[in-house]
């Protein structure tokens, strides 16, 4: 499997795993700190982007902005929101505002795989038809 993923989380222990969990899947992984950096290097980078994995906590900015930015800049980049709180209120409305999915801290490894594996999967189906 090949790809680029977004991850925004401000815990480099969790940047730090992801990035070894996407690595064993053959996929690029862009790992970043901050809700600022993550919107700037997004809209320099976000065509080559397939899949942000977006931790709702950021202590400069806060996720559903993030959120917000990214979907307005390429509404085909699924997002999948990631949060130590579980699924709450503001979770729940990105989701039905087209988040793709989320995963709860702590994660399960084979959660995360089989998250990436899907999204990167219709990405890839969608640039093909394209």
């Known amino acids: ?13 969790i940047r730090v795993l992801l990035a070894g969990v996407l690595a064993g899947l053959n996929c690029h992984c862009d790992a970043l700190g901050s809700g600022e950096e993550a919107v700037a290097w997004f809209d320099a980078n976000h065509s080559r982007i397939d899949l942000v994995i977006l931790d709702l906590s950021l202590p400069d900015r806060d996720g559903a902005s993030v959120f917000t930015h990214l979907r307005q800049r390429d509404p085909s980049v699924p997002v999948v929101l990631m949060s130590g709180h579980g699924e709450n209120e503001t979770a729940q409305r990105l989701r039905r505002h087209g988040a793709a999915g989320f995963l709860p801290k702590p994660f399960a490894i084979d959660t995360v795989r089989e998250t990436v594996r899907h999204w990167i999967k219709i990405r890839t189906n969608r640039a093909i038809r394209r």
């Not at 680029?4 to 989380?9: G, I, N, R, S, Y």
Request: charged residues 25%; hydrophobic residues 40%.
């Open 1 to 13: 499997m090949n790809g680029t993923v977004l991850v925004v989380d401000d815990t480099e222990s």
